[in-house]
């Protein structure tokens, strides 16, 4: 059961709730997010919850039986929507493209990539500073200098920026500079680092593990709502299993069930989901249809000569002809539903 107060709740009314609950043995964790004063309730009995709703204090009060509470669409049926200001928002009924270089390598490669984005009307841009990488020998990130680099191109262009951020210590130092902390797919269940980021005021998109269940993205999401952000996005970036022939098997039936089961926006990453640069158009559009709010994909002037995964970086070309088809399906689908 979740309970949602009144932010002018009283001393008064607040203790005649608190007597209900005690009264009928129901525990609850208190959550205070950025907007919201909640109260998570674990019921093991038969309880009208009618005699809650009908209390001064409470605002809305709902009965979820999932075991992620906040983040269930069980009591939050209107989806939620990621305001990252300038007109920028990420929500339901639209498709937001996000794109960019794997790793940010040098200012001229921004230069480009971000004339590139001008170009096709993309407001936020994705490129790694810290870079998770399977060989400590490989690239690794240009770090804070490249950030700051980053965030002055992007801003001179009203451009917002979605980076990966690997670690607790790192999260002040690029707060000023980053609109979207991202969550990669090893630290999806890196639990210090997930409360970390509940305590701030931004936006954060959670990767699903490499070999993480649709409950365990749900979960992990849980956790920084819990701590005190709601301003969460859900990225399905396939997952790992027996099959080889390409980089990780994308999960499609992932995209309805997380609309089905959550109301956080659900982003798509086909660049890492199918890890082949000619597939990865065929993988943006059919998670489109599938329901996705949006993508997220990996761009480069010379793939061949990314720092890092230029077997799955788009060319501009290629880029250029992924915006248009999606622009296309787009406005057919508005159209339909019109």
Same mark, same amino acid.
């Given at each position: 059961m979740i309970i949602q107060l009144h932010k002018n709740c009283t001393a008064k009314e607040r203790n005649a709730l608190d007597y209900l609950l005690v009264q009928n043995k129901i525990k609850t964790v208190e959550i205070n997010t950025q907007s919201n004063h909640y109260l998570v309730c674990i019921v093991t009995k038969e309880f009208d919850i009618r005699h809650i709703?009908? #209390?001064a204090c409470v605002k809305d009060v709902h009965r979820v039986? *999932? @075991? /992620?509470? #906040?983040? &269930?669409?069980?009591w939050k049926v209107n989806p939620t929507k990621i305001d990252l200001g300038d007109g920028v928002v990420i929500q339901e009924g639209d498709f937001t493209l996000m794109a960019g270089p794997c790793s940010i390598e040098s200012e001229a490669q921004v230069e480009r990539i971000v004339k590139e984005l001008v170009k096709n009307n993309i407001k936020i841009m994705r490129? =790694?500073? /810290?870079? %998770?990488? @399977? $060989? %400590? /020998? $490989?690239?690794r990130g240009l770090g804070i200098d490249g950030l700051k680099m980053l965030y002055a191109q992007c801003r001179a262009h009203s451009i917002k920026i979605i980076t990966e951020v690997m670690q607790v210590t790192q999260i002040r130092e690029m707060s000023d500079y980053v609109d979207i902390f991202q969550v990669g797919a090893r630290n999806t269940q890196n639990f210090n680092l997930l409360d970390a980021l509940g305590e701030i005021d931004k936006p954060v998109m959670i990767k699903r593990g490499i070999s993480g269940t649709i409950d365990e993205l749900l979960q992990s999401a849980e956790y920084i709502f819990s701590a005190g952000n709601e301003k969460l996005i859900l990225c399905e970036r396939g997952i790992r299993t027996f099959e080889n022939a390409y980089r990780n098997t994308f999960d499609i039936n992932a995209i309805p069930i997380l609309k089905e089961k959550s109301h956080l926006p659900v982003i798509a990453d086909p660049s890492h989901g199918i890890g082949i640069r000619k597939h990865v158009e065929k993988i943006t559009l059919a998670s489109l249809v599938a329901g996705a709010d949006g993508a997220i994909v990996e761009i480069h002037y010379e793939p061949e000569k990314a /720092? &890092? *995964? =230029?077997q799955q970086n788009l060319s501009f070309e290629e880029f250029r002809s992924l915006v248009k088809k999606v622009n296309v399906l787009v406005e057919l689908f508005l159209k339909m539903e019109s």
């Open positions: 709703g009908n #209390l039986t *999932d @075991s /992620y509470k #906040l983040v &269930s669409r069980q490129g =790694g500073v /810290y870079k %998770p990488r @399977s $060989s %400590p /020998y $490989s690239f /720092y &890092s *995964d =230029g």
